[in-house]
T-cell receptor, first 110, second 113 residues
């Protein structure tokens, strides 16, 4: 079993819809939880991170962590075509090593 | 401020050939990483370097070697390329005490035929 599980299935939504992405993990030692966004043919870039259970908002993006269930989510409200990208969850013990999920390709259709 | 710079951006190799992928960062970061990204597999860590002079194996190190030349530069070498090494390779670095934020290069698309 991989440390971080993310169903890599592509997701297509109409513009304005809410996008919901999630990852599960097996190791309760993870302390930091991140979402990276990767545009086509580019390197990933950090979108959001959190280190505690609960919700964190940044504009149209909300990151949610449930440590008791070992489950993290990313919600994108009022999705835009510019949100079309691959979203990767990542986790860290705090030891300079990140464990990544497989990524979800999101397509927002105008 | 260029961030993380990788060269080359594209490369085609024949099986058995060798090559070195170069990576340099200008952000004074201590830790640097090499990942490969394959469809359906996500990012997998090949090697990392926590600081100048140290390197450690990641999840998929076989067939690769690395050199942390100085604080800025971290190179990845394929001694005898195989078709299974066809992939997109990313170099990344993290600032000290903040390993949540990895800064990635633009990637090197390598095809081994």
């Amino acid at each position: 079993q991989k440390e971080v599980e993310q169903d890599p299935g592509p997701l297509s939504v109409p513009e304005g819809a809410i996008v919901s992405l999630n990852c599960t993990y097996s190791n309760s030692a993870f302390q930091y939880f991140m979402w990276y966004r990767q545009y086509s043919r580019k390197g990933p870039e950090l979108l959001m991170y959190t280190y505690s259970s609960g919700n964190k908002e940044d504009g149209r993006f909300t990151a949610q962590v449930d440590k008791s269930s070992k489950y993290i989510s990313l919600f994108i409200r009022d999705s835009q075509p510019s949100d079309s990208a691959t979203y990767l969850c990542a986790m860290s013990y705090g030891n300079n090593r990140l464990a990544f999920g497989k990524g979800n390709q999101v397509v927002v259709i105008p | 401020n260029a961030g993380v710079t990788q060269t080359p951006k594209f490369q085609v190799l024949k099986t058995g050939q060798s090559m070195t992928l170069q990576c340099a960062q200008d952000m004074n970061h201590n830790s640097m990483y090499w990942y490969r990204q394959d469809p359906g597999m996500g990012l997998r860590l090949i090697y990392y370097s926590a600081s100048e002079g140290t390197t450690d194996k990641g999840e998929v190190p076989n067939g690769y070697n690395v050199s942390r030349l100085n604080k800025r530069e971290f190179s990845l070498r394929l001694e005898s390329a195989a078709p299974s090494q066809t992939s997109v390779y990313f170099c990344a670095s993290t600032p000290p005490g903040a390993d949540t934020e990895a800064f990635f290069g633009q990637g090197t698309r390598l095809t081994v035929v």
